[in-house]
C-alpha cells in the first residue's frame, strides 16, 4: 500500500473521523442540487464500502482515487494536503470569502527554480509560468502558496473600485464531458452538472466559472495587494487585474487601476474580457466586442497611470476581423496584450435545468479552450509583428501539461498562465520546470 494512504487512513482512524465520512460526502454532493437516484445510490454505495475498508484496515492503492474524492468533497482537503496527495486547489462547495484565506493543495517544501531568467513586460522572471487573473490568486495568501509551488507570473484576482458579491453559489464546476478541445470560434453548449469530478492531477481538465466578479472594499484588497505584493520575490511579477463599471466605464477604470498603482502594483492588467457581467437583461458579452469602448477605455488608464506602471490589456477569443481591428490600436498604448478569457458559452446539467441558476452564459476554460487560444495566440503574435508592435504576450486557454505549455511559448508567448490547468493540478508549474527548465 502506498504510504500515503497508509496514513491518511490512520490519521482519519486516529481522529475519529470515518463514521462520518459518508454522511458528509453525500452533504457535499448534494450541496446544489440531487443527482440522478442511481448515481447517487452508487456514490453512496462507494463511500459505504471505502468506509468500511478504512475501519477494518483493508484500504489498498486502488482506493486513493475515491479516498481523495470523498475527502475533497467532505471539506477535508486539507488532510490530503498534509499527506502529499493531489487535490483540486479550490474548494468548490466553500463560499468566494472562505475560500480567500484558505489556499488548498500541496505545498512543496523547496519552491522550484531554474538558473535562466526571461524577459517580460521590462522585467526579468523565473521560468515564465504563472496563474491567471482568477480566484486562485485572490489574496496574499493565494499569492504566497502559489510562488512557493514555483508559479512566477501571477495575475492577482480582478478587483472592482468598490465592493462586490459574488453571484449565488455555485461558482466553479467541472465540465466532465469537456475531455477535448473545441475549434476555434465554435459556440459550446455545455452540459455541467455541480457534483462533476476531475481526478486532480488530470491533464483533460475543463471548467465553467460564474463568479461574476466578487471584490472586497478597495480598503481591503488594497491592503492584501500591498502584503501580496511584498511577498514576491526577484524572479516573480505579480500584476494585479482591474475591471470599471457603471455610467463612466473609462473614467471607473482608471479610478480603479489608480487604486492599484497607490497599492504597489507595477503593472495593471485591464479585464476588459469578462463573459459574467450581469446586467437587467442577463449576462453581458464581454468589453472587448466593442472596440471603440475598449479603445476608450485604455487611452483612459493610460493617461491616468503614471508612465513607469506597466498596462496590460486582457481579451478574449476574438475572430480575425475583430483582432486585426483592435490591436493596431490598442498597441501604442499597451506593454502586454494577456488572452484568452473564458469562452462565454450556455451551461446546462444533464436535467436541462442551469448548471448556475439565473445564469444560462458561463465561462468555459481548460483543454476545451486550447485550441483557440492557440489560434488567438498565433494571430496576435503576427499582428504584432506585422505591425513592428512591441508589446508582450501574456498566453493562456488550455494549458493543462507541459506539452500545452511549451505550445504557446512556441507561438511567441512572453509568459503563459494556467487556471483551470492549475485548478487540477497545483503541481503543473513544478512538472513544466522540471521538464522544459533546461531546454525552454
Ligand atoms: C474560476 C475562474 C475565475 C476567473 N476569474 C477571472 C477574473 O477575475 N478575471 C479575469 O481576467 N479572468 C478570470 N478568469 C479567466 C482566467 O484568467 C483565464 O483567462 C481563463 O480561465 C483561461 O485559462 P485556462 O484555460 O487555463 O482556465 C477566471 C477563470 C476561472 C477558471
Known amino acids: 500500500m502506498t504510504e500515503a494512504v497508509r496514513t491518511l487512513r490512520d490519521e482519519l482512524v486516529g481522529r475519529g473521523l470515518v463514521d462520518g465520512l459518508p454522511a458528509a460526502f453525500l452533504a457535499g454532493i448534494t450541496r446544489f442540487g440531487r443527482p440522478p437516484q442511481e448515481e447517487l445510490d452508487r456514490l453512496a454505495a462507494d463511500v459505504a464500502g471505502l468506509a468500511g475498508r478504512l475501519a477494518s484496515g483493508e484500504t489498498g492503492d486502488g482506493d486513493l482515487p475515491l479516498l481523495t474524492r470523498v475527502l475533497y468533497v467532505a471539506g ?38 531554474t538558473r535562466r531568467r526571461w524577459p517580460l513586460l521590462g522585467r526579468t522572471v523565473g521560468f515564465p509560468i504563472g496563474i491567471p487573473a482568477c480566484v486562485l490568486n485572490g489574496s496574499e495568501a493565494w499569492v504566497r502558496h502559489n510562488v512557493a509551488n514555483g508559479w512566477n507570473v501571477l495575475t492577482y484576482k480582478t478587483v472592482r473600485g468598490r465592493a462586490h458579491p459574488p453571484n449565488e453559489q455555485p461558482n466553479w464546476v467541472v465540465a466532465a464531458r469537456e475531455t477535448a478541445s473545441l475549434a476555434p470560434g465554435a459556440d459550446a453548449d455545455v452540459v455541467a452538472d455541480p457534483w462533476d469530478w476531475a481526478a486532480p492531477g488530470s491533464a483533460a481538465i475543463s471548467s465553467v466559472n460564474s463568479f461574476g466578479v466578487p471584490s472586497p472594499e478597495p480598503a481591503e484588497w488594497m491592503a492584501d495587494l500591498s502584503r501580496a505584493l511584498a511577498a514576491v520575490g526577484d524572479e516573480q511579477l505579480l500584476l494585479v487585474s482591474v475591471m470599471g463599471e457603471g455610467e463612466d466605464l ?113 465561462g468555459l476554460s481548460g483543454i476545451a479552450v486550447r485550441d483557440p487560444a492557440l489560434d488567438f495566440t498565433r494571430r496576435l503574435v503576427a499582428l504584432r509583428d506585422a505591425g513592428g508592435a512591441r508589446f508582450d504576450v501574456l498566453a493562456m486557454g488550455g494549458v493543462t501539461d507541459p506539452t500545452s505549455f511549451e505550445a504557446l511559448i512556441a507561438a511567441g508567448a512572453g509568459a503563459v498562465q494556467s487556471a483551470a490547468g492549475a485548478f487540477a493540478d497545483p503541481l503543473l508549474a513544478q512538472k513544466c520546470i522540471t521538464e522544459l527548465g533546461e531546454t525552454l
Not at 482537503?77 to 475560500?99: I, K
Open 76 to 113: 477535508h482537503a486539507d488532510l490530503l494536503a498534509a499527506h502529499g496527495v493531489l487535490s483540486p486547489a479550490y474548494d468548490v462547495l466553500g463560499s468566494f470569502r472562505d475560500n480567500l484565506a484558505r489556499p488548498l493543495g500541496p505545498r512543496l517544501p523547496e519552491r522550484p527554480t
Open 250 to 362: 473609462a473614467a471607473d477604470f482608471a479610478r480603479t487601476a489608480l487604486m492599484a498603482q497607490e497599492a504597489g502594483a507595477t503593472v495593471v492588467e485591464l479585464n476588459l474580457s469578462c463573459p459574467n457581467t450581469l446586467s437587467t437583461s442577463g449576462v453581458k458579452p464581454p468589453l472587448c466586442l466593442d472596440a471603440d469602448a475598449t479603445v476608450a477605455v485604455v487611452e483612459h488608464v493610460r493617461r491616468s497611470l503614471d508612465d513607469r506602471t506597466g498596462l496590460v490589456a486582457k481579451l478574449s477569443w476574438l475572430d480575425e476581423q475583430r483582432l486585426s481591428a483592435l490591436v493596431p490600436r490598442l498597441a501604442p498604448l499597451v506593454d502586454g496584450i494577456a488572452g484568452i478569457n473564458t469562452v462565454q458559452s450556455r451551461v446546462r446539467r444533464s436535467d436541462g435545468s442551469a448548471t448556475f441558476p439565473g445564469r444560462e452564459l458561463a
